[in-house]
Nanobody
Framework: QVQLVESGGGLVQAGGSLGLSCAVS????????IAWFRQAPGKEREFVST????????FYSDSVKARFTISRDNVKSTVYLQMNGLKVEDTAVYYC??????????????????WGQGTQVTVSS
């Protein structure tokens, strides 16, 4: 079975940095696209970033461009999300998701069949 495990969440001050990790098992990692979503209290799940299987294709939501960086290590089967210049509004539970490469509708949570349990990121002022 496909399993995704997020780690690295925690409490950080506004303007600070935090790095998240997503360890993936159960399917060929190099042929798996990975995305990060987040969900704040009372809000719908929101697309953050995605990366293709070979790492050459990356996309970011407008709200995190120039601040967050997604990357992957296909030897360790792990995807990373480096978050810099954090803002209070970045506070949310962050989830990683996986799917086989298919089209470009990456921003819709419904197109991602495999999900991790989430990790809490809290940014204080």
């Amino acid at each position: 079975q496909v399993q995704l495990v997020e780690s690295g969440g925690g409490l950080v001050q506004a303007g600070g940095s935090l790095g998240l990790s997503c360890a993936v098992s159960g399917r060929p990692f190099s042929r798996t696209s990975i995305a990060w979503f987040r969900q704040a209290p009372g809000k719908e799940r929101e697309f953050v970033s995605t990366i293709s299987g070979n790492g050459r294709g990356t996309f970011y939501s407008d709200s995190v461009k120039a601040r967050f960086t997604i990357s992957r290590d296909n030897v360790k089967s792990t995807v990373y999300l480096q978050m810099n210049g954090l803002k209070v509004e970045d506070t949310a539970v962050y989830y990683c998701a996986a799917r086989s490469p298919t089209g470009s509708l990456y921003a819709s949570p419904d197109t991602w069949p495999y999900w991790g349990q989430g990790t809490q990121v809290t940014v204080s002022s």
